[in-house]
């Protein structure tokens, strides 16, 4: 479509050169930037983003037709200039892509854990009855059960969009999108009409970005609060909360859509009852406005109690029976780098998981107490440029629910390995001597699955389905299953030749 198009969506701009020039495609990354693209200049944040206005020379070497910017450019090149370019970008690539989430029911999932693995239990219940469904988020974007990789968990606009058109084109009829706090506040969703939002739970994490924990909060009750202010029988919107969690009281008075709550503590419309948790999964009563069923399911821990009750609440509202549900759910497979089991292990247990706030963590290891036998090995570190305050408090929870502790290296960034496994150690509880500092973090899954005796539970947290580690000066491919599989086989080899 032409500049002039998309320069009509904005009523405050300043426009340059001749807006019939055609524009093929949007970005905001100038080393992606093909002929006639529009290259996007959102402005930069300290410690996350680089401002794009300083590459939109190097974007217009590389074919850009035109700009669009928040200040001026001595650049000789048909420019649209408006107050934030940022919601620009959202409205530009929604438009451009002729709004597909209109044509899908999206659901938005956000929280700060369990995102990811609600989001495969939904879409796997949806899925189950027969939907084409898409899903958005930490692992990837999959459509139609084809994964796709993708480099951040809530996408920027112009590739956001992309998909769901894709989605779209493809029939799907449900996408379920994981909804990051960042995402939320640099307004990467903007233009995305979604159906459902849910709640998982608020926790302290990514407080090096937004600050405070209210502004935290406040992030994510942006999806909420875009539900709509409508009440439309054709077009019904829908709260999922957390009844346990103070917070959701707080997105209740921000949303204008039907609230649904579930839960385990307080009273709620979707609830668990007489739940048992096994090292091989977790059995429950489920008691809802539509009746009551018992459900088995192959995922480990109270949490994940919570995140299938989430999903059950979602597909609920959909019309999906609970008959339909129960199967869909004794069939679940393993979600990668959630409560990971590493089947090559034979008599102990070795996990795989996400985990890297606080809560996360201390959620792993006490539902991993509730059913082990022998000692919990912990295995984990903090990433370097981000929120320090929370490195001796995972410390402190891991010496207090740990018989072992290696603390290692996660993602360091531009900080020193060493560094942040001192400030991890700060906070391991005084006379706690059974833990050991290992900067490689394949010594330390290493080390760990070698000492491990029958029963024992060794849990590698903190970076889940990543397959690489971030260094000041490179990336490199780095799997924590690969390589719990690797020492797994070392181990073997070893005792059958000795």
Do not use: W
Not at 110 to 117: A, H, I, P, V
Not at 207 to 221: M, Q, S, V, W
């Amino acid at each position: 479509m032409k500049l002039q198009e998309l320069a009509e969506l904005f009523t405050l701009k300043q426009t340059k050169g001749n807006l019939e020039v055609e524009i093929t495609g949007i970005q905001m990354d100038s080393r992606k930037i093909e002929k006639g693209h529009l290259f996007i200049c959102v402005p930069g944040i300290k410690g996350f983003l680089e401002d794009r206005h300083n590459y939109a020379k190097d974007a217009v070497k590389n074919g850009a037709a035109a700009l669009l910017v928040e200040r001026d450019l001595d650049i000789d090149i048909p420019t649209l200039k408006v107050k934030d370019a940022r919601l620009a970008m959202a409205v530009i690539a929604a438009h451009f892509y002729n709004n597909p989430s209109k044509a899908l029911k999206l659901i938005g999932i956000t929280g700060t854990n369990g995102k990811t693995t609600t989001s495969y239990i939904l879409e796997r219940l949806l899925a189950g009855t027969g939907y084409a469904t898409g899903l958005m988020g930490n692992n990837g974007v999959k459509v139609n059960g084809i994964l796709y990789p993708t480099d951040i968990n809530t996408q920027e606009p112009p590739i956001l969009q992309k998909n769901l058109r894709k989605m779209v084109d493809e029939k799907v009829r449900y996408c379920v999108m994981e909804v990051s706090s960042q995402g939320l506040d640099m307004r990467r969703i903007e233009g995305c009409h979604f159906r459902t939002a849910i709640f998982t739970n608020l926790t302290q994490d990514h407080l090096d970005y937004h600050g405070t924990f209210e502004e935290y909060r406040h992030a994510k009750g942006l999806l909420f609060s875009k539900l709509g202010n409508a009440f439309e029988p054709s077009d019904k919107r829908y709260a999922v909360l957390n009844a346990d969690d103070p917070a959701s009281e707080y997105y209740r008075k921000v949303t204008s859509a039907e609230v649904i709550t579930y839960g385990i503590n307080q009273s709620s419309d979707v609830t668990a009852k007489n739940i048992h948790i096994t090292s091989q999964g977790i059995n429950f009563l489920l008691s809802s406005y539509k009746g009551e069923i018992e459900l088995n399911l192959p995922l480990i821990g109270r949490f994940n109690v919570y995140n299938t009750l989430a999903a059950v609440a979602s597909a609920l509202l959909e019309g999906i029976s609970l008959e339909s549900i129960k199967h869909s759910l004794a069939a679940l497979p393993n979600i990668r780098g959630r409560m990971e089991i590493v089947k090559e292990a034979n008599d102990f247990l070795v996990l795989i998981d996400y985990a890297h706030s606080p809560d996360a963590l201390e959620n792993a290891l006490g539902t991993i107490k509730e059913f082990i036998k022998g000692r919990l090995i912990t295995v984990f570190g903090c990433g370097g440029d981000r929120d320090k305050s929370k490195r001796p408090i995972m410390g402190n929870i891991a010496s207090r629910l740990s018989d072992f502790i290696i603390i290692t290296s996660d993602n360091p960034r531009t900080e020193q390995p060493a560094s942040i496994m001192k400030d991890i150690e700060k906070g391991v509880i005084e006379g706690f001597s059974q833990y050991e500092l290992i900067e490689s973090r394949e010594d330390a899954i290493h080390k760990a699955i070698k000492m491990a005796s029958q029963d024992d539970v060794v849990l590698i947290a903190g970076k889940g389905h990543e397959t690489y580690q971030i260094y000041r000066d490179r990336t490199i491919h780095f799997d924590d299953k690969e390589t719990a599989i690797s020492a797994i086989h070392k181990r073997t080899n070893n005792m059958t030749s000795s």
